[in-house]
């Protein structure tokens, strides 16, 4: 089948309509609106899927991607603005996840925010936020890519204060918007010297990434600089930028903990499945641009920093969403660092691995919290201190959940372990070759112990164990199987299991499908645009919508999976080895971290609270939660790494949240008292109105000579005369 | 010595005389003796013109004219003057001064 | 199709004279009239850009008037569109469609107020239509009065001062046109043959090498001039430190004038770089070019700073035009096909985006009385109006994106594109105007979040949501928002013939 | 020989007449050096020949101004005015004071400078000629009056009458009855 | 010799009618002195008479122009339109005079008499042609309006006007005269007819007694036109004289001095006698910009509408001398159409402010409240005479300052025209606060204002038609005003 309008735009449209239709009906008929929502974006899932089959079993599995434009507008001869799609392997398997995960948490949503008054509107954000994102996956185009971007930020604003008739949402909801647009305008401004490069190399400027994959094979970026910075460097930071702000890294991370204060479906879509991941999809696509400016090793740094700060933070944390906040960010880290230490395929498999299990422990999360009314207050608990032993009560969640933190601790025969596990074997082999990236590595390899820890901890606490609170524990009720609660997280947690991703069971090697020879899966899927591949796209030919879709002139024959990776072979196998001793060593991570965490809450042989009391002195300041973090961080990681962490919850809390992003308030009054000033009394008063005065003044000045004293007028006469005539020289 | 200098340093002598009197002196009439000083000045140097210069008569028509149109405007001057004390009983030219700004 | 220009431009004037025959009692029926006679008016303008051919560069032909108006000065009765011109008239006709239903709410003297606002009207379609400067010239001071009075009779508390700075500005800035207006009509003889005020003649950059003696100094001619114009010019935009005056008149000017200010009035101002400064002075412009700039910087951050520091939601607006504008001016500066197309579609989207604004603050001042975010007494204005006025609610954030430049949403195309023209000539200024982006962000939502969020305070309990006639009013915009956001063609395709003629105009004095 | 004594006996009075004027503390003094002054005036154009300007002079100002100025001196109380104004600060003495005769003084000086400056250029220009005979001027002015300066003698009337009735109307008494 | 005086009295047809309506009104105030009959046949027989006048005058812009009476005179269309200016506007002041209860009832026929007797001095002086109808012309001018000064006998303020006024006159016309003494002494004539040849070729010892005569000269038609320097009786007298005799003096004398300073420095002063021309436009260049500056500042921080309005015809005179720097053709027609719309402007405004402070008694700025709404036509008409003040257009104030620095810019007197555009948005400080009084601010009382009966309100309506017809059909009026180029005969 060809890829025309008819079967490409409904993935988008699907969703968009329903946003629009349900904008109209959304009063009137919720119940239907709802489902409409679900309906469309099946319907979606059913075209991405088709999609996904194509690119991965069938005719285009072979071909390295669809690209297909028209022209958006046209301003002449220099300025010619197309948008499109693209579609590659990784778009295909992105709108698989998206569509899919996306369904299945529209599906939960309406359990969870069935009851809700303002359901409808929900959907339809949701709804909204789904086209932005499968947008966002099929662009061809960095300016589309952009756009979408927004309408998902836009959409994430809009769920984050969700409830608005509390202060924190609105806060929260603010706070999100913001910190992604800091980030979001130096996206934009990447885009922008993207534009202008391939303006230099081709005559005429472009967005799309093959033409920008175009430009770096021919070396269009080199030798160019920008206000002393490397043209490609600045680029990619830009670029980078627009991962940190959306992906919520370091030092841009604050955001994302208190969007939790969205409906947890919204919390599962956006801040962990998908639109966070969007960052970091950004961040593969211009993966040739951050290596050409040489950027690798502070991406690798940063998520690095990321996934182990977030880890640490999410020790503490007794709100359960909380958590998984601080863990999803955390997972990005590690997305971040495996496109940092170059580690393409498993960055990005680990986006697909993390969505699916994120989304189904979010879902699960949210399964628990709207289980527990506190009958005092009447609203829902997401204490994890007040809860314990809810296995009973709810098995499904229970189990799911179980499943999933399987999957994120990196057990083996679970999705996490091979993805992240890539991840980490990339990292040591890096750290090794090269100290630069040693950090990375360590940090890596400790998030993913804390990982392990933290979430056991959470499952600890809240599924086993006695119940702390009885009251609670007892007005839950116990769980029924329904099909919109149920179903998805037990889908989800299907796929968790490593084998769906890896092929195989242990994650390595090569993967024979039945019927089909040498059809290898994710490893070999996605292949890196590094300067070999860009080559390929030299004699690119652009595709117009149509009936027939060109096939790209070149051969794009799917590389095999290459066991040396191109080394020599006694380098493969020596980073066979360290692959090995790297999966070893993060098995032994996993294992450790559930134990630990099972030593302190199910075998309480390690008391928590001696761990409190004996750091009781921050503790104990920890319930205020602006400096908990810092708290946490100051301590810990002084005690156990460097000294500039100290740094980072310093700028975390005490600069960059509590000034430049909470006290927005504080920065504005301060700047904007004295721009205000400045208008005021120096544009206005003194430039405007002074100029008026100083004419006031002079008529003052003026209206005293007219003092009335006639003889005075006679001076004025004879002196102005006389002065005129007793400077005047004639011939 | 009878020459046009003689005549014109009379009448700068008049002219000089009349601006004192106008700057110096309070008294509105006196202010206007001042002015008939000065506009003799100028009848003298009309008359003085049309002797050493040209012979053009129009110098005395213009000396006549000058000595008439003093006159009315004399006449008028008191007037106003007379009005003026009947309504702020004082000739003082600061008195005057209600009208200014 | 001939004289259509006349009718557009002289069917509001008779419509305000009209008005003034109906007796003052009537109410109603100077209401409808007034909406009549936008309507036929607006509808004539939709003519207009039918019939609008995207091919032709310079000014549409079936648009053209000319008759002799001052023979002995060579003054002509001339009008005519192109690109530029048609979107401004076209917004002009559709947002005082609107302010008609939305002037429903004035309280006194209805005849006046539709008089004059009709005249506004036709005043401003003169100005964008005009092609003689001289006749531009009286249109762009004739427009003055109707706004004066509409400020200071029908605006707030502070109007008088807000009238007659909004007044002094303009009439100074448009002093020192008068002076290059007329220079320009007598250098035309030496380089064109014949005096002019023919705009169309005078274009094409014939005055570089003139000398002018001003204060004793030998000066450029063009820059001299093109400098005069530009404070004119400046005033109307505004752009700093030319822009006090736009806070003091929005604030206090009624709801449709400000909309009308904010919406087409400081269009003018850079319609006027684009009709008369840069095509009558391109070198002079591409002297100027880093300066108009940097202002253009200044503009966007300073405004944007300015704004944040605001409590009253209009006074925020207002100065959400400032940073707005200062969007337009970089792209102008840039003189690149798109930084120029960018400022046209600017200034469009800009237009729908604050008059919505404007509106939506309009509905809110009839319920509430003040404007204040937080009242002076530090007490909170407004709160928790989204649970209270949810259909208000959902507009105003469409207009807030909008106007914050959502993509998705008309503003942001616009700005995207003026950023892509900035960044070739101006990289840095490209890099610091981003911060105007995240400054915008900050001030919209943080209003709204303080405005909208949380619970309901007890003085907005009452408010009613949005009735059906401002319902019906906010609608087309709303729709034109999302509409042009997505689908920018319909402005784009009618500016970008002419736009690029200018572009390629201007390029061939670049240095 | 009669001219030369004429012009110095006349040019003495007129001088020392104006400067009197200018000096003196009493203004009906003044008044009459004034007269002086005039009459002196009429010496000099008899010395410049101008017959009936002489006389017109002796007629109308010495018969008419000066009287006008006694009336009016008269009138407002003489000499004797007040001394205070309303607010009752001591006012300038009528006649001035040194104040008033330095600030009169310096800008005559003033004035004078500039018009030394104007004789001097006269002085370079004049060239000193045969001077004509005396003639009777009264017929060639009446030739003129009615035929070069017919109108500006007719418009002369005008302005005289319109000074008289204006006069008359400023000084009429007030009426008791008001509008 | 031989004079036609036949011929030269055709032309002077308009002068005898005012002289002749001015001898009989004259009889008719002797006659009939107290009587409501006498009232009307006096006020009847002056409208005949100055109609008629109007008339002649009309006839008289046909007239191919002509030097009569040994060129004591000229009748050129220049001076006719001068002429009708003045005439027209002394029938609207004596209108406005009859009307204003600032003029006592029993000295309306006397302020008539007066106008009309200032009314030959203005046309006498419109159309002088030597030094004597000069001076004769400034005098009559003069020493008439210091009695209509005066014409409020009962009041202070008016006689300190006319002490006020009669002392700077004298001394102005005074200096003057001590000028033309000395022009005389150098070319031996008065005639400008025969002065003109010679200024051409003149040693450089004349130049230096000539200039400084000019300068004396000058005084005394700079007081008449109330420019700067010589300005300074100007506010206090305007303020002091009763209304209607303001409104005289803002038109008549003003456009008569105007006229008579335009006809010399054409004459003399052409751009052909370039040392005199430069000294003499160099004069007139800093006192128009001074006039423009003084008037238009002075005027801001005014209580009183009428002293306001006395700050802003310096102001407008000080427009109209840049026009007189210009010495071209274009210049003289820029003035005379400055000088048609002022009329107009200053007509509406002082006859509103009257009305308005015979109601109230003064003219303060606060008397005007409300007044557009109380009188929307009279708001409407004096706001837009304001704004013409101001010179926005579309109104004639606007296209009169357009042809000034047209003229102006023509000539490249950048800065001048940049002063005169400056001190107009100063000027709009002042004339936006009667604006701002009259429809800003709420009325003060509801009272009727007697003035505005329907034929006053009509009236005042027709005066502010052309206003606003000049504003936008002008193109008729210019050309005409173009083609009546200043004559004078060699």
């Not at chain 1, 339809?124 to 300016?143: H, P």
């Amino acid at each position: 089948m060809d890829y025309t309008i008819a079967n490409i735009a409904p993935i988008v449209l699907l969703p968009f309509l329903a946003f629009v239709i349900g904008s109209f009906t959304a009063k009137k008929f919720p119940k239907f609106t709802g489902i409409m929502v679900c309906v469309a974006i099946f319907g979606s899932f059913l075209l991405s899927a088709r999609i996904f089959a194509d690119f991965v079993f069938n005719q285009y599995s072979a071909d390295y991607y669809i690209h297909k434009t028209f022209t958006w507008f046209d301003l002449g001869p220099t300025f010619k603005l197309n948008l499109g799609i693209y579609i590659d392997q990784m778009s295909a398997m992105l709108l698989l996840m998206v569509s899919g995960v996306g369904f299945l948490i529209h599906l939960f949503a309406t359990y969870y925010m069935g009851e809700d008054k303002r359901y409808a509107r929900y959907m339809i954000y949701m709804s909204l936020f789904t086209a932005g994102m499968l947008g966002v996956a099929l662009s061809d185009n960095l300016l589309s890519f952009f756009m979408f971007w927004e309408v998902m930020g836009f959409c994430s604003y809009s769920l984050i204060g969700f409830y608005y008739e509390r202060e924190a949402p609105g806060d929260a909801s603010m706070k999100a918007f913001m910190t992604t647009r800091i980030g979001d305008v130096f996206f934009l401004f990447g885009l922008l010297i993207v534009w202008n490069v391939t303006t230099q190399v081709n005559g005429q400027g472009s967005f799309t990434f093959v033409d920008l994959y175009n430009v770096i094979a021919n070396g269009g970026f080199d030798g160019q600089m920008l206000l002393g910075i490397p043209l490609a460097t600045f680029a990619g930071l830009c670029f980078f930028m627009g991962t940190i702000g959306k992906s919520a890294q370091f030092p841009l991370q604050i955001w994302l903990p208190d969007a939790m204060q969205g409906p947890t479906p919204t919390s599962a879509l956006i801040h962990a499945a998908t639109m966070v991941a969007a960052g970091v999809y950004l961040s593969l696509r211009v993966y040739p641009v951050l290596e050409a400016g040489h950027l690798l090793v502070f991406v690798s740094y940063i998520g690095a920093i990321t996934a182990f700060g977030a880890a640490t933070m999410a020790l503490v944390q007794t709100d359960i969403k909380a958590v998984l906040a601080y863990s999803t960010i955390s997972q990005l880290g590690f997305m971040v660092l495996g496109v940092g230490v170059g580690n393409y395929n498993a960055a990005f498999m680990h986006l697909i691995t993390h969505a699916v299990f994120k989304a189904c422990l979010f879902l699960s999360s949210g399964s628990v919290i709207h289980s527990l009314h506190d009958h005092h207050t009447g609203g829902h608990v997401q204490e994890m201190p007040r809860m314990g032993g809810l296995r009973k009560k709810m098995p499904y969640t229970a189990f799911v959940m179980v499943i999933c933190s399987l999957a994120i601790s990196g057990v083996p025969f679970f999705s996490g372990f091979v993805s992240k596990d890539r991840i980490l074997g990339e990292a040591l082999i890096m750290g090794l070759k090269n100290p630069v990236y040693s950090l990375p590595m360590v940090l890596g390899f400790v998030a993913a112990l804390l990982t392990a820890f933290y979430m056991f901890r959470m499952i600890f606490l809240t599924f086993y164990g006695a119940p702390r609170d009885q009251e609670l524990f007892d007005h839950c009720h116990t769980e029924k199987f329904s099909f919109n609660r149920n179903l998805p997280l037990l889908i989800l947690s299907l796929f968790t299991l490593g084998l769906w991703y890896s092929g195989s069971l242990t994650g390595q090697g090569l993967v024979k499908f039945p019927g089909v020879e040498n059809k290898e899966w994710f490893q070999t899927l996605i292949e890196k645009p590094d300067a070999h591949h860009l080559a390929k796209f030299k004699n690119y030919k652009s595709q117009a919508w149509g009936k027939v879709d060109v096939k790209p002139a070149i051969d794009f024959s799917k590389s095999h999976y290459d066991p040396t990776h191109g080394l020599s072979a006694e380098e493969a196998h020596h980073a066979h080895t360290l692959h090995l001793y790297g999966a070893v060593g993060s098995i032994f991570i996993a294992f450790l971290g559930i134990f630990l965490a099972y030593l302190m809450y199910i075998r309480k042989s390690l008391n928590p609270g001696w761990w409190a009391t004996t750091f009781s002195g921050w503790y104990q300041t920890l319930k205020n939660k602006y400096y908990f973090d810092h708290f946490y961080i100051d301590v810990l990681i002084k005690k156990v790494l460097f000294k500039f962490q100290d740094f980072i919850a310093w700028v975390d809390m005490g600069i960059w949240d509590r000034i430049f992003i909470d006290g927005w308030a504080n920065v504005n009054n301060f700047f904007s008292y004295w721009a205000r000033k400045f208008d005021d009394v120096v544009v206005d008063t003194i430039g405007v109105d002074g100029t008026g005065a100083g004419v006031r003044f002079f008529n003052l000045v003026l209206r005293t000579l007219q003092s009335g004293k006639i003889q005075f007028y006679f001076v004025v006469i004879f002196l102005v005369m006389a002065s005129y005539l007793l400077t005047l020289r004639v011939a | 010595m009878m020459g046009l200098a003689s005549y014109l340093i009379i009448s700068t002598i008049l002219f000089i005389c009349g601006v004192i009197a106008i700057l110096a002196r309070k008294n509105i009439i006196a202010i206007l003796l001042g002015l008939e000083l000065i506009l003799n000045a100028s009848a003298l140097n009309f008359v003085a013109y049309t002797r050493f210069l040209n012979n053009s008569i129009d110098g005395h028509i213009f000396s006549l004219f000058i000595i008439v149109i003093a006159a009315a405007e004399a006449a008028v001057a008191l007037a106003i003057v007379l009005r003026f004390y009947q309504i702020r009983e004082t000739v003082h030219i600061d008195d005057a001064t209600q009208l200014q700004g | 199709m001939h004289g259509l220009l006349n009718y557009i431009l002289w069917l509001p004037i008779l419509g305000s004279l009209l008005i003034l025959l109906i007796p003052k009692e009537k109410v109603n029926a100077i209401r409808w009239f007034t909406v009549a006679v936008t309507t036929v008016t607006f509808i004539l303008c939709c003519i207009l850009y039918v019939n609008f051919d995207q091919a032709v560069p310079g000014i549409q032909p079936f648009t053209a008037v000319s008759m002799p108006w001052i023979k002995s000065f060579n003054i002509y009765y001339k009008l005519g569109i192109d690109g530029i011109s048609l979107p401004m008239v076209w917004i002009n006709g559709l947002l005082f469609l609107i302010c008609s239903f939305s002037s429903f709410d004035i309280k006194k003297m209805h005849k006046g107020y539709f008089s004059l606002l009709l005249m506004l009207q036709g005043s401003i379609f003169g100005v964008f239509m005009s092609l003689d400067f001289f006749l531009f010239y009286v249109f762009w001071e004739v427009m003055l009065l109707p706004m004066f009075f509409l400020i200071g009779i029908w605006g707030g508390d502070n109007r008088e001062y807000a009238a007659i700075k909004f007044f002094l500005y303009t009439f100074f800035g448009s002093v020192l046109m008068l002076l290059a207006i007329i220079a320009l009509y007598f250098a035309a003889e030496g380089r064109l043959g014949a005096e002019t005020f023919d705009m169309v003649k005078l274009m094409g950059g014939h005055f570089a090498d003139l000398k002018l003696s001003l204060f004793g100094m030998d000066l450029p001619f063009d820059k001299v001039f093109f400098a005069m114009l530009f404070v004119g010019f400046a005033i109307k935009v505004p752009i700093f430190p030319f822009h006090t005056w736009l806070p003091h008149a929005h604030v206090q000017a009624p709801t449709a004038v400000s909309v009308i200010l904010a919406g087409v009035l400081l269009k003018m101002g850079t319609y006027g770089f684009l009709r008369i400064s840069y095509p009558i002075f391109p070198q002079a412009g591409h002297y100027f070019g880093d300066f108009i700039a940097w202002l253009g910087l200044v503009n966007i951050i300073y405004g944007a700073l300015c704004a944040m520091a605001q409590t009253d939601v209009k006074k925020l607006i207002a100065y959400s035009s400032v940073s707005h504008m200062g969007f337009v001016m970089l792209g102008i500066a840039a003189m690149t096909t798109e930084g120029m197309n960018g400022a046209v579609l600017q200034m469009f989207n800009h237009g729908l985006s604050t008059a919505m604004m404007f509106l939506l603050i309009g509905i809110l001042y009839e319920r509430s009385h003040h404007r204040w975010i937080v009242t002076p007494e530090g007490k909170k204005g407004f709160g928790g109006l989204y649970a209270q006025m949810p259909k208000y609610s959902i507009i105003f954030i469409i207009g807030l994106f909008a106007s914050l430049g959502l993509p998705g949403l008309s503003g942001f195309i616009s700005e995207a594109l003026v950023f892509i023209g900035v960044f070739k000539p101006y990289p840095t200024i490209a890099l610091l105007g981003l911060i105007g982006l995240v400054l915008g962000a900050a001030y919209l939502l943080w209003m709204f979040k303080r405005m909208f969020f949380g619970e309901i305070i007890d003085s907005c309990k009452e408010y009613a949501d949005v009735n059906k006639r401002e319902m019906f009013y906010m609608a087309p915009l709303c729709f034109l928002v999302i509409f042009l956001g997505i689908y920018p063609l319909p402005i784009l395709d009618v500016m970008k013939t002419s736009v690029g003629k200018l572009v390629i105009d201007l390029a061939k004095f670049a240095p | 020989m009669f001219d030369l004594t004429l012009f110095f006996i006349s040019a003495v009075l007129t001088v020392i007449g104006a400067i009197m004027v200018i000096t003196t503390k009493d203004l009906m003094h003044a008044c009459i050096y004034l007269l002086a002054s005039f009459l002196g005036m009429a010496g000099l154009y008899l010395t410049l020949g101008a017959d009936f300007v002489a006389a017109i002079q002796l007629l109308v100002y010495v018969g008419g101004v000066v009287i006008l100025m006694v009336f009016a001196v008269m009138l407002t109380g003489g000499p004797h005015a007040q001394k205070q104004n309303k607010f009752g600060m001591i006012k300038t003495a009528l006649m001035g004071n040194i104040r008033t005769y330095t600030i009169g003084g310096l800008t005559a000086v003033v004035v004078l400078l500039m018009m030394v400056k104007l004789y001097i250029s006269i002085f370079k220009n004049y060239t000193a000629g045969e001077l004509p005979n005396y003639l009777p001027t009264v017929e060639r002015i009446g030739k003129s009056l009615i035929t070069d300066h017919v109108l500006a003698f007719e418009i002369s009337s005008v302005l005289l009458l319109g000074a008289l009735i204006g006069a008359a109307i400023i000084a009429r008494p007030r009426k008791n009855r008001i509008n | 010799m031989n004079i036609n005086y036949l011929a030269n009295l055709s032309l002077y047809i308009p002068e005898i009618m005012v002289i002749f309506t001015l001898v009989g009104l004259l009889f008719i105030e002797a006659t009939y002195s107290e009587e409501e009959k006498g009232r009307k046949l006096f006020f009847g027989v002056m409208t005949v008479g100055l109609v008629l006048a109007l008339l002649a005058l009309v006839k008289n812009l046909g007239v191919p122009p002509a030097s009569i009476f040994t060129n004591a005179v000229i009748i050129d269309p220049f001076s006719t339109i001068v002429k009708i200016l003045m005439v027209a506007g002394t029938l609207f002041t004596i209108y406005l005079g009859q009307q204003s209860r600032d003029i006592y009832s029993n000295m309306k026929a006397e302020f008539a008499l007066m106008a009309i007797g200032v009314l030959v001095g203005g046309m006498l002086l419109a159309s002088a042609n030597n030094m004597l109808t000069t001076y004769i012309g400034v005098e009559t001018l003069s020493i008439l309006s210091y009695v209509m000064a005066t014409l409020k006998k009962n009041d202070d303020r008016s006689s300190e006007a006319g002490i006020k006024y009669v002392l700077y006159g004298g001394v102005a016309s005074g200096m003057m005269v001590f000028g033309i003494s000395h022009i005389f002494g150098v070319f031996g004539s008065i005639q400008f007819v025969e002065i003109y040849p010679l200024i051409k070729d003149l040693s450089s010892l004349q130049m230096a007694i000539l200039i400084p005569s000019f300068i004396f000269f000058f005084v005394g038609l700079g007081y008449k036109i109330a420019c700067v320097p010589f300005h300074m009786w100007a506010p206090d007298v305007y303020e002091g004289s009763p209304l209607p005799v303001t409104t005289f003096f803002a038109i008549v004398p003003k456009m008569a001095g105007m006229a008579i300073l335009l006809r010399v420095t054409m004459i003399f002063f052409g751009p052909e006698n370039t040392v005199m021309h430069v000294s003499w436009v160099g004069v007139l260049q800093v006192v128009a910009a001074l006039t423009m500056i003084v008037g238009n500042v002075s005027a801001i921080a005014q209580k009183s509408v009428k002293r306001m309005l006395a700050y802003s015809s310096i102001g407008q005179a000080g427009f109209m001398l840049l026009g007189v720097v210009v010495i071209d053709d274009i210049g003289v027609s820029a003035v005379l159409f400055y000088m048609i719309t002022y009329l107009f402007m200053t007509l509406v405004a002082f006859f509103i402010t009257s009305f308005v402070a015979d109601k109230y008694g003064n003219d303060h700025f606060e008397r005007f409240s409300g007044l557009g709404f109380r009188y929307p036509l009279m708001g409407v008409v004096m706001a837009v005479v304001m704004f013409s003040l101001t010179g926005v257009p579309p109104f004639a104030g606007f296209i009169a300052k357009f042809n000034i620095f047209y003229a102006a810019i023509n000539q490249k007197l950048y800065t001048l025209v940049l002063i005169g555009g400056l001190t107009s948005v100063i000027s709009f400080y002042f004339y936006v606060k009667v604006i701002r009084f009259m429809f800003f601010t709420p009325a003060e009382s509801e009272e009727k204002i007697g003035g505005f009966g329907y034929i006053n309100q009509g009236l005042i309506t027709a005066l502010a038609v052309p206003v606003l017809f000049l504003g936008i059909f002008w193109s008729g009026l210019i050309t005409k005003i173009v083609h009546s180029k200043l004559f004078f005969v060699q």
